[in-house]
């Protein structure tokens, strides 16, 4: 832009003194009329000079924030996409926690359980981390580049409050939780020698970290002593109740990343179009 200018500033220095010599030359002829129509002609010329300079500044500066726009979507989409994983990872372990959460519960009430899932009983934490190289690069350039304000609106609120909140839920929360629960676990739990099970779920890319977990199993040391421990039912059945509210906000908020996804699809077509 800066260059085009310079252009533009030695432009108008020849045309300037190119004017300059035609009004010498009427006024020293004395032609006072001519000169004035010859004067507003200048003024219009310049004039026109500088809007099409303007305009061709304009152009160039939508055709760069364009690009711009372009790259911000590309990046957006691969974080998405990166998101998406994590989510379909972290839904597929607490559906596997709320179950064995549950089953334990029900064996601690004296129903018949035929066999439950003790390491995941205990619910570790998972990790929760999202990409956000395309939100950052909105935040750096300037959130004027996308033209398309509903779609701004949306990505904004995603990354503003949609991320936090999830991942406040899972940090905070179910960290605190799991650390509760442990504590009572310790006393009514040893590592099944016997067992040395893999735990696998299956994300099949290479973006991926690697999904296959050895983890040794649990048995029960006293199951009267178990069902008789009521504030771990407290704890499980408090537990799986926000876990599966945690589950739901994951679910939806996979279902509106695909969705963002696909606005974002949408309209990076437009601006490839054009």
Request: contains cysteine; positive net charge.
């Amino acid at each position: 832009m800066d260059s085009c200018l310079r252009r533009n500033d030695s432009i108008d220095k020849i045309m300037i003194k190119f004017f300059r010599k035609i009004r010498f030359k009427l006024m020293e002829t004395g032609k006072t009329t001519r000169y004035f129509k010859y004067a507003i002609g200048e003024i219009f010329l310049v004039v026109i000079g500088i809007l099409i300079a303007l305009q061709i500044n304009n152009w160039k500066q939508q055709h760069k924030d364009r690009n711009i726009e372009k790259t911000v979507y590309k990046t957006l989409l691969e974080d998405l996409a990166l998101d998406t994983l994590d989510m379909t990872f972290n839904i597929a372990v607490n559906k596997k926690i709320i179950k064995a959460e549950e089953g334990l519960l029900a064996l601690m009430n004296g129903e018949k359980i035929d066999s439950i899932d003790l390491k995941n009983a205990i619910g570790n934490p998972l990790i929760l981390e999202f990409h956000e190289s395309g939100f950052e690069r909105i935040t750096n350039v300037n959130t004027e580049v996308i033209s398309n304000n509903n779609l701004k609106n949306k990505i904004t609120r995603h990354n503003d409050f949609y991320y936090p909140a999830i991942k406040k839920f899972e940090d905070d929360y179910m960290t605190s939780c799991y650390d509760r629960k442990l504590k009572f676990l310790q006393h009514h739990f040893i590592i099944d020698s016997k067992s040395n099970e893999v735990q696998v779920i299956d994300i099949s890319t290479k973006n991926y970290l690697p999904t296959k977990l050895i983890r040794k199993n649990y048995t029960i040391k006293d199951k009267r002593t178990l069902k008789k421990d009521e504030p771990l039912k407290v704890i499980l059945s408090e537990s799986s109740f926000f876990r599966s509210t945690l589950l739901s906000f994951y679910e939806d908020l996979f279902n509106q990343n695909r969705e963002l996804i696909k606005d974002i699809k949408l309209e990076l077509a437009k601006l490839e179009n054009r």
